[in-house]
């Protein structure tokens, strides 16, 4: 069904001129073409009739909307899923491989690299770190997510102005982002790892219960809160399918272990700050401040939710 909307769509923008200038032909009926979406679209190119045009997008529109929560329709999309989630076309591996080259990068007025900083492990140590965070650092007094760490790394152990990665932390055409790239690295060296949420420490159980409250709390213009797409199972956009978080399980834990992500329709990598940032946009909220403590307890919760979960990083998606 998608393929055959794809046809029509495409068809729509080659012959649009066509199709107005046969405006009041009357062309062939839909039954002419025995229900079959693609062999109307070949007889309606040859003949132009508007009518029939008319007719195809009717249904089109008719079949979208009746078949898009079929099971036919979730194994089409599936098998997108499957075509593009090959581990060696990935290239999200490109950015792994540029975050490796960052990681040991000499910067900064101390002129180190970042090989020396904690993500909770141990100075240096990568594997399963990011499995485990966000969580407290006592040298920070704070509870930190990946980005935020990395921030205040870099100042504290390079002496660099984190000025220009802040200003780059989501790449562009011809823009990279050293923080997506760096995430990428770190993410992916806890690959196999389980999702263990940390809340042992006061302040990570105080910022867990906040990211809660975030989670359900309704604001903004459209008077939206996350739970309004991902509160109960179900729910899509479009033909999007929106995991649930209301309740721990599968769905929370197959998201969160797959981000970083690289974003075909993007074509970039992507991390959970940028993944929040975009739901924050799409609500008609107040865009968040990069690595702010909200993030954070988001990303708590949403952990916690998500417990168990093996992390397949970096993944691809849509």
Request: proline share 4%.
């Amino acid at each position: 069904m998608i393929a055959h909307v794809e046809h029509i769509l495409i068809y729509i923008f080659l012959n649009v001129k066509s199709l107005l200038q046969n405006f009041a032909e009357n062309g062939m009926a839909v039954e002419e073409a025995g229900g079959d979406m693609i062999e109307l679209t070949k007889k309606m190119c040859r003949r132009g009739g508007f009518a029939a045009f008319a007719a195809l997008i009717s249904l089109a529109i008719g079949s979208t909307a009746s078949h898009a929560q079929t099971p036919d329709a979730e194994k089409e999309i599936e098998r997108y899923r499957e075509m593009i989630s090959d581990p060696m076309s990935n290239p999200g591996f490109l950015a792994v491989d540029r975050g490796q080259v960052l990681w040991s990068e000499k910067r900064g007025a101390k002129n180190v690299s970042l090989e020396t900083c904690d993500l909770g492990l141990g100075a240096g140590k990568l594997e399963g770190a990011y499995a485990k965070m966000p969580r407290y650092f006592a040298d920070s007094d704070k509870v930190m997510e990946i980005e935020q760490r990395l921030l205040w790394c870099m100042e504290k152990i390079q002496g660099l102005d984190t000025k220009d990665v802040i200003a780059r932390r989501f790449s562009a055409p011809g823009r990279d982002s050293d923080m997506e790239d760096l995430v990428a690295f770190i993410a992916n060296k806890s690959t196999g790892f389980k999702i263990e949420p940390q809340t042992s420490h006061p302040k990570e159980a105080e910022l867990t219960a906040i990211g809660e409250g975030m989670f359900y709390r309704r604001a903004g213009v459209m008077d939206f809160a996350c739970a309004t797409c991902h509160g109960e199972p179900g729910k899509r956009i479009r033909l999007q399918g929106l995991p649930d978080f209301s309740k721990p399980g599968k769905q929370a834990q197959e998201t969160m272990g797959s981000w970083p992500t690289y974003r075909v329709s993007q074509s970039a990598l992507r991390t959970m700050q940028h993944r929040l940032w975009d739901c924050f946009r799409q609500q008609r909220w107040p865009a968040p401040d990069y690595a702010s403590d909200g993030i954070t307890a988001l990303v708590m919760f949403l952990n916690k939710q998500a417990a168990g979960g093996e992390i397949t990083v970096p993944s691809i998606k849509r």
